[in-house]
């Protein structure tokens, strides 16, 4: 067996309110989802004013980073370069998911959607920079 960490609510939480500041402080409504290590949802949210798509189309970001373990713009790139084979694949090829790597294993992800792919994308970082933050702190204070 392979110990592993799991993502709670409450990281779930940290994550989204850290994306949810950097969206709110460049003045983007966006939706905003967080999947555990399996692809399902933990959390959703769609900021006033977000598309209406946005709030189906962030938790399909996330998934994909589960089940790929990379970036969703990893799979744009592959369509804006011709591998339009991905298309069949069952992921969404667009950037703003991002995924939360701890000791090597995907352990969940997070998919933002609302405004241009690469600010998505920044959002997403936020939240998992913050998340991963919060980790690290929370591990040396236990020590």
């Given at each position: 067996?392979?110990?592993?960490?799991?993502?709670?609510?409450?990281?779930?939480?940290?994550?989204?309110?850290?994306?949810?500041?950097?969206?709110?402080?460049?003045?983007?409504?966006?939706?905003?989802?967080?999947?555990?290590?399996?692809?399902?949802?933990?959390?959703?949210?769609?900021?006033?004013?977000?598309?209406?798509?946005?709030?189906?189309?962030?938790?399909?970001?996330?998934?994909?980073?589960?089940?790929?373990?990379?970036?969703?713009?990893?799979?744009?790139?592959?369509?804006?370069?011709?591998?339009?084979?991905?298309?069949?694949?069952?992921?969404?090829?667009?950037?703003?998911?991002?995924?939360?790597?701890?000791?090597?294993?995907?352990?969940?992800?997070?998919?933002?959607?609302?405004?241009?792919?690469?600010?998505?994308?920044?959002?997403?970082?936020?939240?998992?920079?913050?998340?991963?933050?919060?980790a690290r702190s929370?591990?040396?204070?236990?020590?």
């Amino acid at each position: 067996m392979i110990p592993t960490h799991a993502l709670t609510l409450a990281d779930a939480r940290v994550a989204a309110t850290a994306a949810e500041a950097e969206a709110r402080a460049n003045g983007w409504a966006v939706s905003i989802a967080i999947c555990d290590a399996g692809g399902h949802a933990l959390w959703l949210q769609r900021m006033d004013g977000a598309p209406l798509m946005s709030a189906a189309v962030a938790p399909e970001k996330a998934r994909t980073c589960v089940l790929s373990g990379k970036p969703s713009k990893a799979f744009e790139d592959m369509v804006n370069n011709g591998r339009i084979a991905a298309l069949a694949m069952p992921v969404v090829p667009l950037e703003g998911g991002e995924p939360v790597v701890v000791d090597g294993r995907v352990i969940g992800a997070v998919g933002v959607s609302g405004v241009k792919a690469g600010e998505d994308a920044r959002v997403a970082r936020a939240g998992v920079d913050a998340l991963l933050a919060h980790a690290r702190s929370n591990t040396h204070s236990a020590a």
